[in-house]
């Protein structure tokens, strides 16, 4: 699909886009099979751009270091999806998926709208 190289160029972009509301993502509770007794997912956020479906999510999903015993793990999923939701591909996983996650957080108009709240 991307190598390393072309998916962090295209997360970067990405981010860039957001940072500049030229990309507008819309938040979505989780369906199945995102959530289930081994690992579950708080929001997904969706965005269109250039005709293309992008669902970005942090998955929060059991690690078992043997039969019984487990740590919670997490892992940022960025995926291109059709008009129904269905998964057609997703992008590898590197280190600034986090702070595309993080941008889109910070785009929320509450969160957002804090800092003007704030010193009026």
Known sequence: MFSTR?????????????????MVWASKDPVPPMIGPD??????YVANHIGRNIRVYKQHY??????????WEDQINIEFVDDYGSLLGELP?????SELL???????????????????
Not at 6 to 22: C, Y
Not at 62 to 71: G, M, P, Q, T, V
Not at 103 to 119: G, V
């Open 62 to 71: 059991k690690y078992y270091l043997d039969e019984e015993k487990y740590i």
């Open 93 to 97: 996983k590197t280190p600034n998926s």
């Open 39 to 44: 690992h579950r997912v708080d929001m997904v």
């Open 6 to 22: 072309q998916t962090i160029e295209i997360i970067d972009k990405l981010i860039e886009l957001t940072q500049h509301n030229k």
């Open 102 to 120: 993080n941008a889109i957080q910070f785009q929320n108009p509450q969160i957002n709208s804090f800092y003007d709240d704030l010193f009026k």
